[in-house]
């Protein structure tokens, strides 16, 4: 298996260096030349397997360059950190099931990725004799599990960006209460597409990326992808039987790369019937699918803060994809976006779009009315990400089909906007009521590459 870019400026490469390669070196994304199909009757066969089971074959028929029994190892011992047997367990309630993603250490989706993510990367460096330095951007839940995947990991430092005053405190305290010598919180005066465009300046500077080895934890980093495709299938297995068949997903999205990788799932041959895009008020994504309008505009504070970002940065792979793979089309995109603020489409082009998803944009005053009703009438609480989420599958989905909603994240990361929808305090886990009081280190910078480039060099250990 190996890799190629969306901008068609690389040879095709292997896994590990695919990992390694984060961004690919023209700047574009890095996606498998072909997806492997999975059958009816192999779906069948993977009923009765534990999650890290199907994670090891879903993942091995994308890996050839890791010995079996090491990718095994590498699966174990990354969900041997979760807190719930199954991973990722389905709960029904009131007509939809929540596929409960936040079982991991920092209580997101992201830990899915990430702990594997960690390992990974330890594996390959180990192996070549390397060291890495992570740079990435947060709007909150990627940051803290990116840097509790690597936390004590030999041969590794991690910078993190956030946009100052932008997470929620208890997002901030995740990241910030981790003093080790290799981890670096950075918040930076602006918004989170202020820090991906510098994470994105600093891996497309060639000559810096490879004199200080950077790595990308962001969803730019295949390996996120592939291992979040996982809970798809997963999901699929849980709630069907062998007469029915068809799935929705609800992904609240923010950069896209949770719902692409519903998007590879379907792919592979997973009967997906819809992929439901749920967005809050930074509803670009929306617009698109919806109206074919790709316009940026002003990324707005919301009580889902993980999805507040305008330019999602998967969204490039499935251009590819709309484009025929045709990659020059690719780059046009993104010259268009620059000169103009938007891409535009073609009728023939919306009519793929809308039948790969539906979409709704879900407001703040709906997504804490969502999270009040949905307590009162099933006991039931949902963070504000999973809300906007449930809230779009309860509006757009038909309920003859099974309705999975992605819960990306507990509701005491968000406990502010939970109590103000439920009137109640959210029961607080032990890990979130053991940061407060810890100290804390962040050094606070504005949105400027120069500053950001300069403390990166000053501080790699
Ligand atoms: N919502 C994310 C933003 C970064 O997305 P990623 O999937 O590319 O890492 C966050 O919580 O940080």
């Known amino acids: ?182 981890v670096h919180n950075i918040a930076v005066s602006g918004t989170f597409d202020d820090c991906q465009d510098i994470v994105k300046a600093l891996f497309n500077d060639l000559e810096f990326k490879k004199k200080y080895s950077l790595g990308a934890v962001n969803s730019i980093n295949w390996a996120r992808v592939l291992a979040q495709v996982v809970y798809y299938f997963y999901a699929w297995l849980r709630v069907t039987d062998e007469d029915e068949r068809k799935v929705s997903f609800s992904v609240p999205t923010g950069n896209f790369g949770d719902i692409f990788a519903g998007y590879v799932a379907k792919k592979m041959g997973l009967p997906i019937d819809k992929l439901l895009l749920a967005t809050n008020e930074n509803n670009i994504l929306t617009r698109f699918v919806n109206d074919g309008d790709y316009s940026l505009s002003d990324v707005v504070s919301t009580a889902s803060p993980s999805m507040d970002i305008q330019l999602a940065s998967n969204f490039e792979r499935y251009l590819f994809y709309l484009y025929n793979q045709d990659s020059a089309r690719v780059r046009g995109a993104f010259t268009q976006l620059k000169e103009q603020g938007r891409i535009t489409f073609s009728s023939e082009e919306m009519a793929r779009v809308q039948a790969d998803f539906a979409s709704a944009s879900v407001d703040q005053a709906q997504t804490l009315e969502t999270i009040g009703s949905f307590n009162r009438e099933t006991g039931y609480i949902l963070d504000p990400h999973t809300a906007v989420g449930v809230r779009a599958a309860l509006d757009l989905l038909p309920a003859d089909i099974a309705r999975v909603c992605l819960a990306t994240a507990h509701p005491a990361k968000f406990g502010e906007a939970v109590e103000k929808a439920t009137s109640a305090a959210t029961p607080i886990p032990p890990g979130i009521a053991a940061l407060h009081g810890k100290p804390t280190r962040c050094d606070l910078m504005d949105a400027d590459l120069e500053q950001v480039k300069d403390f990166f060099i000053k501080h790699i250990v």
Do not use: C
């Open 1 to 182: 298996m190996h890799y190629i870019s969306t901008r068609g400026g690389i040879q095709p490469i292997a896994f590990k260096d695919a990992v390694m390669m984060g961004l690919a070196t023209d700047g574009g994304l890095l996606l498998p030349e072909a997806y492997p199909q999975v059958s009816r009757q192999q779906l069948e066969e993977w009923r009765s397997l534990s999650y890290q089971e199907l994670a090891f074959h879903i993942i091995s028929g994308f890996v050839d360059d890791i010995p079996p029994a090491d990718l095994k190892d590498l699966i174990n011992r990354s969900y041997a950190t979760f807190s719930h047997p199954e991973i990722t367990p389905v709960v029904k309630h009131d007509g939809v099931y929540i596929l409960e993603l936040f079982h991991g250490v920092t209580l997101a989706f992201k830990d899915v990725a990430l702990q594997f993510l960690g390992n990974l990367f330890e594996y390959i460096l180990a192996e070549r004799n390397e060291q890495l330095n992570i740079i990435g951007a947060t709007s909150g839940d990627t940051g803290s599990a990116a840097i509790h995947g690597v936390r004590g990991k030999k041969g590794i430092n991690i910078f993190i960006l956030h946009p100052h005053g932008k997470t929620s405190p208890v997002q901030a305290l995740q990241m910030t209460t981790v003093t080790d010598a290799n």
